[in-house]
């Protein structure tokens, strides 16, 4: 019944993590077109923008062609950056406190808040009628993946304790993601043009409102005597300071810059480098869905059979973002750009399928096994990347280059990549004054050692 149990709760996860992400993404193709609207512009029906890639990915400042109006007193392109980017710079901002409440709460109450201001977030973009009801349901829908996405992580890693288990349930759920982010142009832009504005969210508010049921009747927040005695996690000031946390957190920030910076510039500059087409342009992140995936399997099979080399897959996927990376400028048509993307997606897969369970070993063996704000830290490390790609990739284009861009990004990755050798020793550590060591050694002293002893034995 426990396994059971564990399972469903990977799926409400799950199912949450893609909602966030198609959200995130299916605005992708309709924005353009929903703001000229608004403004009188008339528009044009239809997706008219690529897919997007993934983790919290930003959108494509790329897709406001001049044929929009203006808005008054303001710069419509600027506008729309920071309408992208309002979701990851509210995510930034409340994710230390959302990552301290649920070391506090449990983790199953955060995860139904964050369902439930996802779903507000959601019913209000169906429902906007201006510029500024757009920019409040995007910033509502950080505070809810600040709360969702980094209790549901934090859940797996708790439900599953073991590796290679583990690894098996977080890269589903980074699987999950990436199809989000995938499916989510084409849902948004197929619905958009055929029903309506409002469908698509629509769709996505009834399965969030589904999803949030299904948590209910699995695990009533405060249902559980283990919640009530859980023990106090390490501050997260703390593990911000743990030199190796502080080194996990650094490669996640930095190996999803190319993806968050690319986003927003790739567009423009495959139309004026190569002149490629709408549907070229539309297409361009499609087959980068399928490396990605297949970088979190061939992770989690590697990390199964050789655990002790985390730190390698890691520092392996840094160093194929940075090749790819400096390949991307020397592209000449559709076919060849498709290459370098697929090799960084690939690369972030392993990067974050290697380094996600770490987190959760390193706060096993050197704090509490508390996890709540070691992914907020995680969570952290993604909104940097993605609050600066839809503001900054472009003015660095415009002052430096696009090719200037991308060879910094990828000699950053390169250059980051010794430094996870500092994780080698890792795998070689032993709790110390950890909850689990009370658990498996000392054996239980309180209702909530004893609750979790009896689940690890089921």
């Known amino acids: 019944e426990a396994r059971r149990q564990r399972r469903l709760l990977l799926v409400v996860v799950c199912v949450a993590l893609l909602l966030d992400n198609m959200l995130y993404m299916v605005i992708v193709p309709i924005i353009p077109d929903y703001i000229a609207a608004m403004r009188g512009g008339g528009g044009t029906s239809g997706p008219s923008a690529p897919a997007g890639g993934n983790g919290s990915g930003g959108g494509n400042r790329s897709l406001l062609p001049a044929r929009y109006p203006p808005a008054s007193g303001g710069n419509e392109d600027v506008q729309i950056g920071v309408l992208?980017?309002?979701k990851a710079m509210l995510q930034l901002l409340v994710n230390p406190l959302s990552g301290t409440l649920i070391d506090r709460v449990g983790y199953e109450a955060p995860l139904l808040a964050g369902l439930a201001v996802m779903f507000l977030s959601t019913a209000t973009f169906a429902f906007a009628e201006n510029y500024a009801t757009l920019f409040a349901a995007r910033s509502l829908q950080g505070?809810?993946?600040?709360?969702?996405?980094?209790?549901?992580?934090?859940?797996?890693?708790?439900?599953?304790?073991?590796e290679p288990a583990r690894s098996r349930a977080l890269g589903t759920a980074l699987a999950c993601i990436s199809f989000g982010s995938l499916a989510a142009p084409p849902f948004g832009g197929v619905l958009y043009e055929f029903a309506g504005k409002r469908v698509p969210f629509l769709v996505l508010a009834c399965v969030c409102l589904l999803d949030g049921l299904l948590l209910l009747v699995l695990a009533p927040p405060g249902g559980t005597g283990a919640r009530a005695n859980m023990p106090v996690g390490t501050p997260i000031h703390r593990l911000m300071i743990?030199?190796?946390?502080?080194?996990?957190?650094?490669?996640?920030?930095?190996?999803?810059?190319p993806l968050a910076f690319l986003e927003p510039t790739i567009a423009n500059w495959m139309k004026d480098s190569m002149g490629a087409s709408e549907w070229e342009v539309g297409l361009t992140w499609l087959p980068a869905f399928f490396p990605h995936v297949l970088g979190v399997y061939v992770t989690v099979r590697l990390a199964a059979a050789y655990p002790h080399l985390q730190w390698f897959y890691g520092a392996l996927g840094m160093a194929i973002i940075g090749a790819s990376s400096c390949l991307v400028p020397a592209c000449r048509n559709f076919g060849q750009v498709i290459i370098p993307l697929c090799g960084i997606c690939f690369g972030i897969a392993l990067v974050?399928?290697?380094?996600?369970?770490?987190l959760a070993f390193l706060v096993d063996v050197r704090h509490v096994s508390v996890y709540g704000s070691v992914y907020a830290i995680a969570d952290i490390s993604y909104s940097v990347a993605y609050a600066l790609g839809p503001?900054?990739?472009?003015?660095?284009?415009?002052?430096?280059?696009?090719a200037q861009l991308n060879l910094g990004m990828g000699l950053a990755n390169v250059l980051y990549a010794p430094v996870l050798l500092f994780l080698k020793n890792v795998c070689q550590m032993k709790p110390s004054h950890s909850e689990r060591n009370i658990l498996l050694e000392e054996g239980p002293k309180g209702l909530y050692d004893t609750i979790k002893m009896e689940e690890r034995k089921g």
């Open 242 to 257: 743990d030199p190796y946390i502080a080194v996990v957190a650094g490669a996640l920030a930095t190996c999803n810059i």
């Open 84 to 86: 992208f980017a309002s």
């Open 391 to 402: 503001i900054v990739a472009g003015q660095i284009v415009h002052t430096m280059g696009f």
């Open 143 to 162: 505070l809810g993946s600040a709360f969702a996405d980094t209790a549901g992580i934090a859940l797996i890693a708790d439900r599953y304790p073991e």
């Open 352 to 358: 974050d399928t290697a380094l996600l369970p770490t």
